[in-house]
């Protein structure tokens, strides 16, 4: 049995401007896994950066207030959305609320940073 808890991962700041605590990675620690999952924070007030992925990614929400922008479309998203984000799509994500901004990020195949590609 593996069992990781979130703050027992280090916290980093990731290539798009996110707190970030990589909680399983089949090149970190965890087996053979077909993806990767992270939790992601956005301060109040903050947002990420543009970026885009070499592979789809998913977010889930935990908790906050976000505003989500991909490929030119902008949603309000809140604690228990789920976000499709397309391979190579143009994303970010704001934090307009007053408080954190947290959710779950996975990538499938796992994320690799040649794969990140900073927009600005």
């Known amino acids: ?3 990781v808890e979130e703050h027992s991962c280090p916290q980093f700041v990731a290539n798009d401007g996110c707190r970030i605590r ?3 990675h089949p090149g970190r620690g965890a087996p053979a896994l077909p993806y990767s999952l992270a939790v992601a924070e956005v301060a109040p007030g903050a947002r990420t ?3 885009r992925l070499g592979q789809p ?6 908790a906050g207030l976000g ?8 949603r309000d998203v809140g604690p228990g959305a789920a976000i499709y984000i397309p391979a190579r799509a143009e994303q970010w994500i704001e934090n307009p609320g007053d408080e954190v901004l947290k959710f779950v990020a996975l990538v499938s195949p796992p994320w690799r940073a040649e794969d990140d ?3 600005e």
Do not use: F, N, P
């Open 67 to 74: 505003r989500m922008h991909i490929d030119g479309e902008t």
């Open 57 to 62: 990614e998913v977010y889930y929400m935990l």
């Open 49 to 51: 950066y543009r970026h």
């Open 117 to 119: 590609e900073r927009l």
């Open 1 to 3: 049995m593996i069992v």
């Open 22 to 24: 990589e909680v399983l």
